[in-house]
């Protein structure tokens, strides 16, 4: 295990699973290593990520919240809808890699014999977290087999917003979009900021570097800068597919939307033996 420099410490998460804590110039992060998910963010305006109030901390299983890694595929498998939506990478045990200072930790995980009977494929994933300056994870996944690959990957990130009904997402207008959600809106403004009248499932291909979360009920704007995110999925349950989700009370839909950075459905990518694709996101909160 590498020496842990000042700022990083191991804890255990509210369910009492191993998981790390990260305090630094840019914010305090708790992450699990179950499946290196991301459980809280803290930075100068509060909390940026939401937990559903009825979520659990449990063995082997994701929290409703905080930053999910979707990989290898986004949603429900392609042909077989008993494996797991979202694959499999946000139920795998990660370990630690690598420190730094700021501090910085980078988590990784690797095929074994439970992934190959879903997925065919070697691979190492690695997630590094930083809180040296602005929250900042980069999250590289390699090919290790000798055969390319297809893959799907997406930080899930669920943003605290206070008051979904008053909540915008900027830097959207006029991207290409599919809507996929059950009980969608009627027509919108593509042109203008988005902005949640029902429940929104909505797959943006074509995206920029920067969307901006604005949440008046919180008085803050979180601005999201990637690089080599394609894709970005804009979420919110409304109630009715809130009351069929685990972890979330009955109110819980009004404090969230999950702005997704990631590379899924025709931005899928390809990667060749050997290679190695970086996806970045840095989150900058700003009190308004
Ligand atoms: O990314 C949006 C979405 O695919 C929604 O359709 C909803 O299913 C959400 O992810 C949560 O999925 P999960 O498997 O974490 O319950």
Redesign the pocket.
Known sequence: MPTFPPGLEAVQDPGGRDALRLHGPGGTILVALLGAQVLSCRTSVGELLFTGSTAEHAKGK?VRGGI?LVFPWF?DHPTDPKLP??GFARTQAWRVAETGAGPSVVLETTDDASTRALWPHAYRLRLSISVATQPTLRWEIENRGDAPFRCEE?L?TYFAVGDVHTATVHGLQGVPHTE?AKEPEGPWDVRAPLRFRAET?RVFHGTPDTIELHAPALRRTVTLASRNARSA?V?T?WPTKAAR?SGLGPDDWQRFC?I?TANCKQDALQLAPGQRHVLELVLRAAAN
Request: charged share 15%.
């Open positions: 994701p999910p949603g939506a979202h997406a899930h996929t499932d999925i979420w349950p989700l999950c997704e």
